[in-house]
């Protein structure tokens, strides 16, 4: 998350929100949000609710969640997610902020708010 934190304004600049799922509890996120001074949403998921729904892998072996990266439009189409086998398979920031701009590409132009 830290990785996230240096480059939150690029993803801000982008159109994104960033926001972080985990296996924790709300207190818990609280507190890591709190310790950390996270400037994005922290959803904590202890059910699993969310990791079923995005297909987010769990291996005991390695302690738990596997990484998994989602864009989410803002219609709430998933457009883009990477799953990682272990944690050094996160993808860079830069590659994640070129995604959002190949998809920005992608939208159809609307109209200026008058």
Avoid: C
Wanted: charged residues 25%.
């Amino acid at each position: 998350m830290a990785q996230l934190r240096l480059d939150h304004p690029l993803f801000v600049t982008a159109g994104a929100e960033i926001v972080v799922v985990g296996p924790d509890t709300a207190d818990a996120f609280r507190a890591y949000w709190a310790e950390h001074d996270l400037p994005f949403l922290g959803l904590p998921d202890p059910e699993h609710k969310v990791l079923r729904l995005f297909g987010q892998e769990v291996n005991l072996f390695k302690l738990g969640r596997m990484p998994a990266q989602v864009i989410v439009d803002r219609q709430g189409t998933a457009r883009y997610a990477h799953y990682g086998h272990s944690m050094s398979e996160i993808p860079e920031n830069a590659e994640i902020l070129q995604i959002l701009r190949d998809l920005r590409q992608e939208e159809p132009s609307r109209p200026e708010p008058s």
